[in-house]
């Protein structure tokens, strides 16, 4: 699986940011994909992702209602649109794709690209 993690950036409390995920090596139709995110001293949380399973989308509480999620199944790109962004939603974001289990897609299935960083300050 290679994961190619694009769109971070700066951006100021209540801004918003669209972060992209180019995915080759797996297909959507039985790979569920999502998005995690890493702080530094703060441990790996996911905050959404697409159901291969069911096609839904799950989210985290702290990314429900800020944040949507979405694939490009031609061009195999997942997409994760951010809004009212806050100081806490500072971190390197990843991508991860695998083969759904248990009841959410909402895991971190050991693969990641590079990361893009995301920084939310005054």
């Known amino acids: 699986v290679q994961l190619v993690e694009s769109g971070g950036g700066s951006v100021q409390p209540g801004g918003s940011l669209e972060l992209s995920c180019v995915v080759s090596g797996v297909t959507f139709d039985d790979h569920s994909i999502g998005w995690f995110r890493q702080a530094p001293g703060k441990e790996r949380e996911a905050v959404g992702c697409?159901?291969?399973?069911?096609?839904?989308?799950y989210f985290s509480d702290s990314a429900k209602g800020r944040f949507s999620i979405f694939s490009d199944n031609t061009n195999k790109t997942l997409f994760l649109r951010m809004r009212n962004l806050k100081p806490e939603d500072t971190a390197t974001y990843y991508c991860t794709a695998g083969v759904p289990y248990g009841s959410s897609c909402l895991h971190y299935y050991n693969n990641r690209g590079q990361g893009t960083q995301v920084t939310v300050s005054s």
């Open positions: 697409i159901s291969s399973t069911d096609g839904g989308t």
